[in-house]
């Protein structure tokens, strides 16, 4: 791993940060009355780590040019997203009590005209990452040096615009190009592979010309390991496969499917509380 950068977070405080957003993210969503809280628990140390150690933004400047993209395309996680926003600085985090509000620039699904550091609209799902490949190949285009980043769920991958975009990206050699799966095994209503089965990713992703890495999506040093070594191989878009948990950090919502959109009771919602506070 490279040297750590002074003014850049250690992988220990990462997890401090995560576990302190996950926090954050879980009162906004339970003070809203609705929200996606299993796939964001599940996506916070990936979006933490991208934002607070790996992507060249500003948030003073969202829209530099020389800036590095990140695409949401599991979208209904937006309050995981406007969380970390906030907490980077391109939001104050007086806004998110208005998540879900009337005329709130927080909608369910990012939308870049209303939220700084949003690059594109995302809710439908199967959308991000061919919109990633266009960013890149954009990048690639003009010479420029930014990086694109996209980040889906295991179950999206069903959807067949996917593997159209995993074709194109591999075919133009787009390594600045980077997919993270939130691989936390669950999707609406069921087990991803009670619904349709995706068989092994990392094959298919091996087949369709990209390099494949696997991590702990829960362990910073091993995110930091691997997305501070872009690209896996020069000329091949990367994909990672983030192994995580929907839930993540509170006891009866890790790995339950009923979580994938529902808002805890107060008894709940002061357990869950509790338990991020210790991190047990």
């Given amino acids: 791993m490279q040297t750590q950068d002074p003014e850049k977070p250690t992988a220990a405080e990462l997890a401090e940060l995560s576990r302190r957003i996950r926090r954050l993210d879980l009162e906004t969503v339970y003070r809203a009355g609705a929200g996606h809280l299993g796939g964001e628990m599940s996506v916070l140390d990936l979006l933490t780590v991208l934002y607070f150690r790996v992507l060249r933004v500003w948030p003073e400047r969202p829209a530099d040019p020389r800036r590095d993209r990140l695409v949401l395309s599991k979208g209904h996680t937006a309050c995981a997203l406007y969380c970390v926003l906030a907490e980077r600085g391109f939001l104050g985090r007086e806004t998110l009590p208005g998540f879900l509000g009337f005329d709130s620039p927080l909608n369910g699904h990012p939308n870049r005209v209303k939220v700084p550091g949003v690059e594109t609209n995302t809710g439908p799902l199967g959308h991000g990452l061919p919109v990633g490949v266009g960013m890149a190949k954009a990048a690639q285009l003009a010479g420029a040096d930014w990086r694109t980043f996209v980040v889906c769920g295991d179950g999206e991958l069903q959807e067949g ?3 159209e975009a995993a074709m194109a990206a591999a075919h133009h050699g787009l390594d600045g190009l980077t997919l993270l799966v939130d691989l936390n095994g669950l999707q609406q209503g069921a087990r991803v592979e009670e619904t349709n089965h995706l068989g092994s990713l990392e094959e298919k992703f091996t087949a369709f010309g990209w390099a494949v890495r696997e991590v702990d999506g829960h362990d910073h040093g091993a995110l930091l390991e691997v997305l501070e070594d872009l690209p896996a191989e020069r ?28 808002v805890p009771s107060r008894e709940q919602y002061e357990q869950a509380m509790a338990e991020l506070e210790t991190g047990s």
Avoid: Q, Y
């Fill in 161 to 163: 615009s996917n593997w």
């Fill in 235 to 262: 000329g091949s878009p990367t994909c990672i496969l983030a192994h995580t948990r929907k839930g993540r950090g509170i006891s009866f919502m890790e790995d339950r499917v009923e979580w994938h959109h529902k």
